[in-house]
């Protein structure tokens, strides 16, 4: 009978421990449900006292946006909400043509901060450079507002005027930029030859980037003469700001042959992504130099580091922006849209550029040159034995042998003018050069 008792009471307690391990976590998660439903209620209670009691009528549709962005905006400064207005702005945005000043934004400490001008765009023209701040707009202050409300500030009808007051490092005093506001068509692509170098400049990453990129490069390679006549390729993504992660997938396998190009992680494991290389190279193996700079972001990096990783580029330049995030669009009720970070992307060795960026091989910074009069006397060519009056000619060559040396003596002169106009760009090209003269000669 003891012993009956014994095991009663010792099923009891077991059936007490096990109710209270069930029980605990559905209590709590009651408890969290319980609060979240308080937190409505205030949400609600807040809503209807700024309806009755707020010193002006307010539009309940603006006031809910408002709220919906600001939750969102909270997460980090990627995420947010688009109206119908700005969900078709970004969609033709994302075709390549456009409406305003031609400049990627984000916003850091308060202010609109400049990740990059687009190339040929009002904004460009005008000399706004990656890094600048903008504090006013027209002369109203941005301090205090959310990136989309700077963002209309600057909107505007095309061919209007706009006055923008601009913080730069290097500067002493704020000082205003007038732009005047026009259509941003988007050339995603430039290609073009130095010498021997096919130089692809991708200034974004839209629906035409690879299909621009891919007939760029087929025309400086027919105009060269053929692959033949090409010593390497520079992929030019300075002052890129990004776009659509399956292009910046596409460009990276481009030159490419195996091997992964990016992984997206989620908050949950089902989530994550890993995207791989098929078989071809644009490009047949000629060395690749990657250019970056602060103004590099995104897309730009999951190219310039998977290109890294995989050593098939060397990357020149300055650290790149640092935003290792992805962004999902989704369409919402009424034509709206919300704009959500839902991963991370990392590089195929493993490491995340969120915050830190990709850091280049070989650092080169972009001098600023301000053209004196003292500079433009260093400039002149100095006096050769050949500009003295009765010098002796030099009768031991051939007259194929002395258009050669014109020739190199006038790509000499090119490549010095190309790095007074771009000295990045100059130091990637002298990089292939050199790589070129180390490669073995075939018999």
Do not use: W
């Amino acid at each position: 009978m003891k012993k009956f008792a014994l095991a009663a009471m010792t099923g009891i307690a077991a059936g007490t421990i096990v109710t209270t391990q069930i029980a605990g976590p559905l209590l709590a998660q009651e408890a969290d449900r319980s609060s979240v439903y308080e937190q409505l209620d205030l949400f609600g209670d807040i809503f209807e006292r700024i309806r009755a009691q707020y010193v002006e009528e307010v539009d309940d549709k603006e006031l809910i946006e408002a709220a919906i962005n600001g939750m969102l905006t909270s997460l980090d400064p990627h995420s947010g909400y688009l109206s119908a207005d700005d969900a078709a702005d970004m969609r033709v945005q994302t075709r390549g043509e456009f409406g305003g000043l031609g400049i990627e934004v984000t916003q850091e400490e308060g202010f609109v901060k400049v990740v990059a001008p687009m190339d040929g765009t009002p904004a460009d023209e005008a000399g706004i450079e990656a890094g600048d701040f903008i504090t006013h707009v027209d002369g109203e202050s941005v301090l205090g507002l959310m990136l989309d409300e700077a963002v209309d500030l600057m909107r505007g009808p095309v061919g209007s005027e706009i006055i923008i007051t601009v913080v730069r490092e290097g500067e002493p005093e704020p000082f205003d930029v007038t732009i005047v506001r026009d259509t941003i068509k988007l050339t995603a692509v430039r290609a073009r030859l130095e010498g021997q170098t096919a130089v692809l400049r991708i200034s974004t990453f839209n629906d035409q980037t690879y299909d621009n990129l891919q007939a760029g490069l087929r025309d400086a390679v027919e105009e060269a003469g053929g692959m033949d006549q090409i010593n390497g390729v520079v992929v030019d993504l300075r002052n890129n700001p990004g776009g659509l992660l399956n292009q910046a997938i596409l460009v990276s396998d481009a030159f490419l042959e195996k091997g992964e190009i990016v992984s997206t992680r989620g908050r949950q494991i089902v989530d994550g992504e890993r995207y791989n290389a098929t078989a071809g190279d644009l490009a047949e193996g000629k060395p690749l130099v990657v250019l970056i700079n602060g103004g590099s972001a995104s897309a730009s990096e999951i190219v310039a580091g998977a290109l890294q990783d995989h050593r098939r580029a060397i990357v020149v330049g300055t650290k790149s922006f640092g935003k290792g995030s992805v962004q999902t669009v989704m369409q919402l009720r009424g034509e709206g849209a919300m704009r959500l970070t839902t991963a991370r992307y990392y590089t195929p060795s493993g490491r995340s550029i969120q915050a830190l960026g990709v850091s280049p091989d070989i650092v080169v910074e972009q001098p600023r040159r301000a053209i004196t009069e003292e500079a433009e006397e260093e400039a002149r060519a100095p006096r050769t034995e050949a500009d003295l009056r009765g010098s002796l000619d030099n009768d031991s060559l051939s007259e194929d042998e002395i258009r050669q040396i014109e020739e190199e003596r006038a790509a000499a002169d090119e490549a010095a003018r190309l790095r007074e106009e771009d000295y990045q760009l100059a130091y990637a090209i002298d990089i292939l050069k050199g790589l070129n003269a180390l490669a073995p000669v075939e018999d």
